[in-house]
């Protein structure tokens, strides 16, 4: 059956440091992967989106990697800041239902000054 | 201002009663979904429409319905049928552009059941 798999329910880390988040899949094949930012009782906001044939892609302090072989997704915070406490998703669109997007449980991230 | 609009913001309904969720964009989106979310769990899909008058089911649909009788709203019903109703409630729009879509999402209603 299909999964996506967060590990770490929860990160906590100091502030200052970097953040690093997985997505791990199985029985997909996503042609892109996404990232997401939750706030509590917010909807999502995008981040940053991969595409198959990349393997990196970076934003401000934002980097995300992606490995198809492993099928895996990274995605790193630098210099983290308590403004970047928050829960994060990843989501990915199967080729075979491009649109419909799954979402992972995500991962809570607590940054501490 | 563009975006995706969701009311209400709370929403209490007694046992046995259907309740109807609204959600419009003026993003020009023609993809619309809705999502129930549990605390501390992910996104699950209930309904998603991808052109007007067309939806699909989607992981978790039972007690639920939706119309897309215009682009612009994708109201939610919950019915009597659905179990356990209480949840927080999220509405999404997206486009094709690049081979991809982006999900925007509006603000969410918190259901509880009484």
């Known amino acids: 059956s299909q999964k996506i798999e967060q590990n770490s329910e929860a990160l906590n880390i100091q502030e200052g440091k970097t953040a690093t988040l997985t997505c791990n899949y199985t029985?997909?094949?996503?042609?892109?992967l996404q990232w997401y930012r939750q706030d509590p009782g917010r909807g999502p906001v995008f981040l940053l989106l991969i595409r198959e044939n990349e393997k990196e892609k970076r934003k401000e302090r934002l980097k995300v990697t992606f490995d198809t072989t492993l099928k895996q997704s990274l995605f790193h915070i630098t210099a983290s800041q308590p403004a970047d406490s928050a829960t994060y998703l990843c989501?990915?669109?199967?080729?075979?239902?491009?649109?419909?997007?799954?979402f992972g449980d995500g991962t809570t991230l607590t940054v501490k000054p | 201002d563009g975006g995706i609009t969701q009311s209400p913001k709370y929403l209490f309904r007694k046992e046995g009663q259907n309740v109807t969720l609204s959600c419009e964009q003026n993003l020009n989106h023609d993809a619309m979904y809705w999502y129930r979310q549990d605390p501390g769990q992910g996104l699950r899909l209930i309904y998603y429409?991808?052109?007007?008058?067309?939806?699909q089911k989607g992981d978790i649909a039972e007690g639920y319905s939706v119309s897309r009788e215009k682009k612009e709203s994708f109201p939610l019903t919950v019915t009597s049928a659905q179990k356990n109703p209480t949840a927080f409630y999220l509405c999404?729009?997206?486009?094709?552009?690049?081979?991809?879509?982006?999900?925007?999402f509006g603000p969410g209603t918190r259901l509880t059941v009484l």
């Open positions: 999404a729009s997206s486009i094709e552009a690049g081979g991809h879509y982006t999900q925007y």
């Open positions: 429409s991808q052109i007007v008058n067309d939806f």
């Open positions: 989501a990915l669109d199967d080729r075979s239902n491009a649109g419909k997007s799954t």
């Open positions: 029985n997909y094949s996503p042609a892109y």
